[in-house]
């Protein structure tokens, strides 16, 4: 194994700090995009911080996410009702690819596993959604880890 994937992604990527200027500089394009701007109606600043807790915990770092906000099953949950498109989860990858290509380090693996990430896990995001508020989900199981090869 090469020293480099000795490291989290999370450390690759810079810690939280790293993560919260991601997702500030994402939500800022979202909240500017005509096809998504009505989907985030309810946004608020905590949703910032939350989604850069929720992948410090999937790139390997701190596990808040499950220890303080509901981990896996309520991540899940936030999306119930959300009747995502593929319209809508295309435009939400490219805004967030342009904030990974502005944010994180400039290495072209790290970036790649990232957005490869992002691609699974709006995919997950938009068949979630098309159920109703409410839905009993099961126990969906830990949070996910994402690492240099993917799905851990
Ligand atoms: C890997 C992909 C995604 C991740 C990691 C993610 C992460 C999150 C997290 C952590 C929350 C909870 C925020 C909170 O507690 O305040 C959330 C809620 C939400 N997500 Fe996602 N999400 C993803 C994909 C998507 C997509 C594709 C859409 C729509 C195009 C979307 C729309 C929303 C909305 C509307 C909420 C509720 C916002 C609110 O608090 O009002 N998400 N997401």
């Known amino acids: 194994m090469s020293e480099r994937t000795e490291t989290t992604l ?3 990527i810079g810690g939280m700090d790293t993560l ?3 997702s500030d500089t994402f939500y800022e ?3 500017e995009d005509a096809l998504l701007a009505p989907v985030f109606a ?3 600043r905590t949703h910032i911080e939350h989604v850069a807790v929720w992948l410090a915990e999937i790139f390997s770092g701190p596990a808040r996410f499950t220890e303080e906000l509901g981990g896996h099953q309520s991540l899940l949950r936030s ?3 959300l009747a995502i498109t593929e319209e809508q989860r295309t435009r939400w990858m490219e805004l967030m690819t342009a904030a990974v290509e502005k944010e994180l380090p400039d290495d ?3 970036r790649r596993r990232v957005v490869e990430y992002f691609d699974w ?3 997950i ?3 979630v959604s098309a159920e109703p508020v409410g839905q009993d989900l099961g126990e969906p199981g830990p949070t996910p880890r994402w690492g240099w090869n993917g799905l851990q």
């Open 29 to 31: 394009a979202v909240l």
């Open 125 to 127: 995001a938009r068949n």
């Open 108 to 110: 072209e693996l790290l």
């Open 20 to 22: 919260r200027r991601l």
């Open 10 to 12: 999370y450390d690759a």
């Open 42 to 44: 309810n946004f608020s």
């Open 79 to 81: 999306h119930l009702g």
């Open 121 to 123: 896990g709006t995919k």
